[in-house]
């Protein structure tokens, strides 16, 4: 049985770090394309990260609005894919969800398998 299970989320102040955890299980996260996205109510869900199998190099994609801000990397050993995120700002309060892919792909209609997301909310 194919699961993301993510974690991580919290409240933090502006200018203030998170690291979200998507925990995989059911198969080998090396395998698979995993995206990081995010959804606040009323709003698009939008694609902020994408790290890409180990057999595609582990090739790395950010949306502008966290480029230099945010991390994605992959520990094959613990299944996991981690989204280290810096310099956190108030609009980047959201649901975060992870998401598995077979192909590479940037949107959200393209993933397969979802997590259940995790709360970030960024305020003083």
């Known amino acids: 049985q194919v699961q993301l299970v993510e974690s991580g989320g919290g409240l933090v102040q502006p200018g203030g770090s998170l690291r979200l955890s998507c925990a995989v299980s059911g198969y080998s996260v090396e395998y698979y394309n995993i995206g990081w996205f995010r959804q606040v109510p009323g709003k698009e869900r939008e694609g902020i990260s994408v790290?890409?199998?180990?057999?595609?190099?582990?090739?790395?994609h950010y949306a502008d609005s966290v480029k230099g801000r945010f991390t994605i990397s992959r520990d094959n050993v613990k299944n996991t894919v981690y989204l280290q995120m810096n310099s956190l700002k108030p609009e980047d309060t959201a649901v975060y969800h992870c998401?598995?892919?077979?192909?590479?792909?940037?949107?959200?209609?393209?993933?397969?398998?979802w997590g259940q997301g995790t709360q970030v909310t960024v305020s003083s």
């Open positions: 790290i890409s199998s180990s057999s595609s190099n582990g090739i790395t």
């Open positions: 998401a598995s892919v077979t192909s590479w792909g940037t949107e959200g209609y393209e993933y397969d398998y």
